[in-house]
């Protein structure tokens, strides 16, 4: 158990709906990370908040925005869904403002039909 | 982010051979990490290499960290069933965090 939370684990839904992906980071860790994994690919780098703040940008959609709120949990909104955003979603946390070790949670399978 | 390329893309081994994957970079990276990814599960941390020309081992896993601190292998001796997974590195600026594509390794009985 790496200490990273995420739900759902699970969720279908339609093209054009919207989701809400949640991350709470390890007790302590104040870096939250967003990746986009799909069938048979690498990790894509979606997005990174630090302590609440914004921090870092990779390939994320416009239609795809993130959040880091006080008590430190994150949350992933998905918008306008396509059938391209079908993918495992992973959160990660660390403890610093650097790159580090970073922990993965279980991720949230998102399908969309 | 600093860009890595990682081969080969899948790897399929007799159990007991050994087994390598590369993590090459055309730029100097600061620092590079290693995962591993079982089947249905999620990316775990092995170890990260800061210095050039670093070497560390876990039991039967050799990392290496080039000289030039463009490339880097994880090397595993003797391949067990349980090694079976995907391999990724990554590295990155303070910004960003870089995955490699991995390397999918099979290991047959």
């Known amino acids: 158990d790496s200490g990273v939370t995420q739900t759902p684990k699970h969720l279908i839904t339609a093209t054009g709906q919207r989701v809400t992906l949640r991350c709470s980071p390890r007790s302590g860790d104040l870096s939250v990370y967003w990746y986009q994994q799909s069938l048979d690919q690498g990790l894509q780098f979606l997005i990174q908040y630090y302590n609440g703040e914004e921090r870092a940008k990779g390939n994320i959609l416009e239609r795809f925005s993130a959040q880091q709120f006080p008590d430190l949990h994150s949350e992933l909104n998905l918008s306008s869904l396509e059938l391209g955003d079908s993918a495992l979603y992973f959160c990660a946390s660390s403890g610093g403002y650097t790159n580090e070790k970073l922990f993965f949670g279980s991720g949230t399978q998102l399908s969309v039909l | 982010g600093q860009q890595v390329m990682q081969i080969p893309q899948y790897q399929h081994v007799q159990e007991g051979e050994d087994f390598t994957t590369y993590c090459n970079s055309s730029?100097?990276?600061?620092?590079i990490q290693w995962y591993k990814q079982r089947p249905g599960g999620h990316p775990v941390f092995l170890i990260q290499l800061v210095k050039s020309g670093e070497v560390k081992k876990q039991k039967r896993l050799t990392f290496q960290f080039g000289e030039a601190k463009k490339n880097s292998s994880l090397h595993i001796t003797a391949t067990q069933t349980t090694d079976v997974g995907t391999y990724f590195c990554s590295s990155g600026s303070a910004r960003q965090l870089t995955f490699g594509s991995g390397t999918q390794l099979t290991v047959l009985p």
């Open positions: 730029t100097t990276l600061s620092n």
